[in-house]
């Protein structure tokens, strides 16, 4: 096994494992799966200009689930890219 370097900071870190095999460096053989229930992703917010028809619908469909349309939103958004991503490459 390879040592770990020393980081200066969490960026450094970063590149370095986008760029090196953790396997050289850690032994994975008594690794276990954990679950990390209250990790929420990083989020970015973004301006996002749709027609006033589009954004009233999206309310309205919100209201009767129940839930924030911009929620509403994200999960159209999530299912679309999960869609799309598992078409086969052409």
């Known amino acids: 096994m390879k040592k ?9 870190e970063r590149r370095f494992w986008q760029e090196h095999d953790s396997a050289e460096y850690l032994d994975w053989s008594g ?14 917010t973004i301006s996002l200009r749709l027609p006033e028809s589009m954004l ?5 469909m ?3 689930r129940d839930m ?10 999530s299912e679309r890219l999960d869609a799309e991503l598992r078409l086969p490459k052409a």
């Not at 770990?4 to 450094?12: G, H, I, R, V």
């Not at 276990?32 to 989020?43: D, F, G, I």
């Not at 009233?56 to 309205?60: E, I, P, R, V």
């Open 4 to 12: 770990t370097p020393k980081f200066k900071s969490e960026a450094e």
């Open 31 to 44: 690794a276990r799966e954990v679950m990390l229930p209250k990790l929420k992703p990083s989020t970015r």
């Open 56 to 60: 009233d619908a999206l309310k309205l």
């Open 62 to 64: 919100a209201n009767k």
């Open 68 to 77: 924030p349309y911009q929620s509403l939103l994200k999960m159209f958004l």
